[in-house]
């Protein structure tokens, strides 16, 4: 079973950054066979695929949207996966969730993709705010 806890979201003016944070925790698995992907959902909208990280680090994904402005990164000894949110703006305003994908055990270890459907595990969201 894999659980997925974020944390790092919160109010933030246009411009600024915030840092999520997607902490895993695998009872009989290891994180370093699952792909991590981050999405959104804006009040009234569908889910968004924002950005994502393959299960070896080596391969990354992001929205157009996201392009140039986040950043994805992972530290498997601590079970986390970050993303780094840059210049924000108030259309990044959404709960954003992680999630895990576990291709990694299909011998996949360098794929990742941004359709939530492909993913196995979600967490609860963080709640991200843009305004000033």
């Known amino acids: 079973q894999l659980q997925l806890v974020e944390s790092g979201g919160g109010l933030v003016q246009p411009g600024g950054s915030l840092r999520l944070s997607c902490v895993v925790s695998a009872s009989g698995m290891s994180l370093d066979y699952f792909a991590i992907g981050w999405f959104r959902q804006a009040p009234g909208k569908g889910r968004e695929g924002v950005s994502c990280?393959?299960?070896?680090?080596?391969?990354?994904k992001y929205a157009d949207s996201a392009k140039g402005r986040f950043t994805i990164s992972r530290d498997n000894a601590k079970n986390t996966v970050y993303l780094q949110m840059n210049n924000v703006t108030p259309e990044d305003t959404a709960v954003y969730y992680c999630?895990?994908?576990?291709?990694?055990?299909?011998?996949?270890?360098?794929?990742?993709?941004?359709?939530?459907?492909?993913?196995?595990?979600w967490g609860q969201g963080t709640q991200v705010s843009v305004s000033s």
């Open positions: 999630a895990a994908d576990n291709r990694g055990y299909q011998g996949l270890f360098s794929l990742c993709v941004l359709s939530g459907p492909e993913y196995n595990y």
């Open positions: 990280i393959s299960a070896n680090g080596g391969t990354t």
